[in-house]
């Protein structure tokens, strides 16, 4: 009788390197802590065993599938001796239900076979279960292009949804010809148009399902060029029936009330709005401004696209009123003109405890919080970071003259002391975290515990 040492094998034609993509969503352990834990990463995984007298002479023993309901798996014998589970015996090719605390022996007796129990891997609390949804993808396409929407924008009233790219194109266009723009689909009066982040993750979706409804690198890369939509659009299309902000007077000649926009009435900075131009509202003050892509005024926050038109309205020369608001400087700025004083709230996942660690790091190495982040929106200029994980849209292309808002900023803040903290060496950042000299066991504690959370 030979004992035999389980080992995980491959399943499917599934390489080994995607078992190791995956979490384990239970395990084999062993009665004898001689032998190793087995983890089962796959849905659908065949166990080998591999006998002590050959490394090399590997059998496979049985498969395990995941039950539909996570808290149950079925076990099949592949070996050509019986197996036992909770007492029952499993012979060949059979398949028997296993539960969390269920006894597996890989023989027909007890003594000389290995003895496992099946444990199942608890959820973790911040896992989602994923709905599917059946969604026809020629209700997921652009009307004007005939594709599955690519950074897709919803046109209202209507709600039409069309690609950024080919409405923008198509809104050029109309605002050329004609005083008003009509929905390419319905023919309806447009009154504003937005990204609509819901319908992006349903259209990643339909792509990841069916690769050849994709488009090639080069098409995206056209498309991306014309799109010019980033944040909400409000369109003049004659009287617009819901108003949310205050208007001026009507227009004596024409008898429509305009937008609350100070280019619509009179010429501001050698630009006067026309009876076509769309319209931004700042996320900030509610105001309005035209939309204009012949200027290089930043009229978003690169960080997160919402408009804001404090620096437009500066560079016209136009000042706040009770009929044209006008946000405040203090709402969006180019990231060289913060001055930070304190550690965002947001900051390490909004952990007290490591901001804290971050804080007095920055005290023992003699320099301000302002120097510190000073010294690493150089790096970034430097482009010496991964931005990778940055928080922000557009991160490739966010520079110390980048104009961003109050949240984008502590969020470009917030990754900036991530990066401190995991280049700034254990002892640095959590020695003598009571300024004290002497190794103490709450300095020790304190240095394991921020060791063991950014090498995480």
Known sequence: MVNVKLEPGECS?????????????????????????????????????????????????????????????????????TVIVDGICVEKEDTTIVKCGTNIITGPEKEGYLSYKFRLMAVPENSQKLVKIPIDSEHAKCSICLHVWHDVVTAGPCFHNFCNGCFSEWLKRSQKETSSVRCPHCRADVHFVGRNYFLRSIEEGILACDLSLKRSDDELAVLDGCASIQSNLVIRNGNLSRRKRPYSPPNEETGRVELSCPQCGSRSGGFQCNQSTSHLQCHACGGMMPART???????????DRAFCWAYWREQGVFSSDSHPVCRHENIKPISEYNITRIPSLTHQSNRFEQDITKRSIQQMGKTLKNVVSDWILKLNNREIDRTRMPLNHAESITSASYLCNDCYDKLVSFLLYWYRITTPTYVSAWNIKGS?????????????????WSC
């Open 294 to 304: 012949d200027i290089s005024v930043p009229q978003h926050c690169l960080g997160c």
């Open 437 to 453: 000299s002497t190794l103490t066991c709450e300095n020790i504690f304190l240095c394991c515990t921020s060791w063991l959370h």
């Open 13 to 81: 034609g599934i390489p080994v390197i995607k078992q190791e993509q995956q979490q384990p969503w239970a395990k084999l352990v062993p009665l004898d802590s001689k032998h190793p834990v087995i983890e089962i990463r796959l849905n659908d995984m065949v166990i080998c065993s591999e006998t002590t007298f050959s490394s090399h002479n590997k059998h496979e023993w049985c498969k395990i599938t995941k039950n539909p309901d996570l808290c149950s798996g079925k076990l099949q014998n592949l070996s050509s001796t």
